[in-house]
């Protein structure tokens, strides 16, 4: 069992930064991989980052590429995703969840922490 628990989330202008962090607890042996979700009202859920855990090797999907950045504390047993020039449409609630590499199907998932980006 592995908990995840997003924090970090807020409301911010266009342009500005946040910084999202994922604190990963419990037996997190059979889930190396680990992603960044966000998902808007009315959208379909889109993984904004995907990295093996304990990599620096992240694959960003082109809406944030450039803008965000994922890091690891191994020793916090935290992720963070840094999140700079935010746009309106960064605005959703976003998600970590692990998966065990090589799989497609994530077994945990984060309660999520809410972005909000005003023009």
């Known amino acids: 069992e592995v908990q995840l628990v997003e924090s970090g989330g807020g409301s911010v202008q266009a342009g500005g930064s946040l910084r999202l962090s994922c604190a990963a607890s419990?037996?997190?042996?059979?889930?190396?991989?680990m992603s960044w979700f966000r998902q808007a009202p009315g959208k379909e859920r889109e993984r904004g980052a995907d990295?093996?855990?304990?990599?620096?090797?992240?694959v960003y999907a082109d809406s944030v590429k450039g803008r965000f950045t994922v890091s690891q504390d191994n020793a916090k047993n935290t992720v963070y995703l840094q999140m700079n020039s935010l746009k309106p449409e960064d605005t959703a609630m976003y998600h970590c969840?692990?998966?065990?590499?090589?799989?497609?199907?994530?077994?945990?998932w984060g309660q999520g922490t809410q972005v909000t980006v005003s023009s």
């Open positions: 969840a692990t998966r065990q590499c090589g799989t497609v199907a994530y077994n945990y």
């Open positions: 990295f093996v855990i304990g990599s620096s090797v992240t």
């Open positions: 419990g037996n997190s042996h059979s889930s190396h991989c």
